[in-house]
């Protein structure tokens, strides 16, 4: 089971932008599902963005055309760009990886501890 470690999170203002790392402690180039999830207070986790077998990304409508998920496979890192931040955004967001996808659509196994991201004025 991979482990991951989030990093980049922090206060922004509306309107601005922050770019999320994922830190795996293996190779990320065979897993089948990688995926930024975000829970708000009191509400779900939800899943943001995310790779379904290699490079296909997909995102929740709330983030299209504000975010982009990324990958470097060489540093075993996964990157999600947030521009055009909104205060709806504010959460705390956590990588989760899915080595083969049996688990979609629930989360996979392996997660992050977790960044705070906040938007506010």
């Known amino acids: 089971q991979v482990q991951l470690v989030e990093s980049g999170g922090g206060l922004v203002q509306p309107g601005g932008s922050l770019r999320l790392s994922c830190a795996a402690s293996g190779s990320i180039f065979s897993i089948y599902i990688m995926g930024w999830y975000r829970q708000a207070p009191g509400k779900q986790r939800e899943l943001v963005a995310w790779f379904k077998s290699g490079r296909m990304t997909n995102y929740v409508d709330s983030v299209k055309g504000r975010f982009t998920i990324s990958r470097d496979n060489a540093k075993n890192t996964v990157y999600l760009q947030m521009n055009s931040l909104k205060p709806e955004d504010t959460a705390v967001y956590y990588c989760?990886?899915?080595?083969?996808?049996?688990?979609?659509?629930?989360?996979?196994?392996?997660w992050g501890q977790g960044t705070q991201v906040t938007v506010s004025s």
């Open positions: 989760n990886a899915d080595s083969d996808g049996s688990r979609w659509p629930r989360p996979g196994d392996s």
